[in-house]
């Protein structure tokens, strides 16, 4: 497979593991985040997943248009309210994990 001529993306999942009784909170918040966070112009894309078998783990798939915009998002008011609101709600801390794209090409973000 050839890489994205462009290399333009920055591409961030981040696991997540909630306590079974912040379950619902969590996932209101986290969608007005993501809600937030896909009007910003360094985001492509912004989603949210839930394990379809254990109810308390997410994966969060930012999509950034390059290197820089991971920390404008971190700057933003959204971002400071979610990570203040959701981090008591955490069964365990969250982590991340970076990607490359490959496909399809950046311009189909």
């Known amino acids: 497979m050839v890489q994205s001529s462009t ?3 920055f591409i961030v999942h981040v696991f997540v593991h909630v306590l079974p009784e912040h379950v ?3 996932q209101q918040a986290t969608r007005v985040n993501a809600e937030a966070s896909v009007k910003e112009p360094g985001i492509a894309r912004f989603d949210v ?3 379809r078998d254990d109810p308390t783990r997410f994966v969060l798939v930012e ?3 390059d290197a820089a915009a991971p920390a404008a998002h971190k700057d933003t008011a959204h971002y400071q309210v979610w990570r203040d609101t959701v981090a008591p709600m955490m069964a365990s801390p969250r982590h991340s ?3 490359t794209n490959l496909y399809p090409g950046d311009d189909g973000f």
């Open 24 to 26: 619902a909170a969590f």
């Open 97 to 99: 994990q970076r990607f």
């Open 7 to 9: 290399q333009g993306l």
């Open 49 to 51: 997943l839930a394990d």
């Open 63 to 65: 999509v950034y248009r």
